[in-house]
């Protein structure tokens, strides 16, 4: 079973940045395609930035040009550079591993998430 563990959150003021990482351990597949998603107030968690195999990269209409996803097969991490933030990014950010692309969108496994990290956003 494959453990994640997500990273760097914290409060920042809007117009700001914040990098999240996530690293994979455990049974875990190099390249398998893996994901952020994001529970907010409304407690629903949303897709917010996949990235496949080869690197290709698919984000939710809200982070376009904003976000940035990027993995190191190397070291099994995955990042999410966030600029740009509002308060509506507020949420607890998650990572998901293994999942799979399905008509263009990414399909969470459901055994294969971390614990999250907050991400606070001031106006």
């Known amino acids: 079973q494959v453990q994640l563990v997500e990273s760097g959150g914290g409060f920042v003021q809007a117009g700001g940045s914040l990098r999240l990482s996530c690293a994979a351990s455990?049974?875990?597949?190099?390249?398998?395609?893996m994901a952020w998603f994001r529970q907010g107030p409304d407690n629903q968690r949303k897709f917010v930035a996949a990235i496949g195999r080869g690197g290709e990269q698919k984000y939710a209409d809200s982070v376009k040009g904003r976000f940035i996803i990027s993995r190191d097969n190397a070291n099994n991490t995955m990042d999410l550079q966030m600029n740009s933030l509002t308060p509506d990014d507020t949420a607890v950010y998650y990572c998901?591993?293994?999942?799979?692309?399905?008509?263009?969108?990414?399909?969470?496994?459901?055994?294969?998430w971390g614990r999250g990290t907050q991400v606070t956003v001031s106006s």
């Open positions: 455990g049974r875990f597949f190099k390249l398998n395609p």
């Open positions: 998901n591993a293994m999942g799979t692309f399905a008509s263009g969108n990414y399909i969470p496994n459901p055994r294969s």
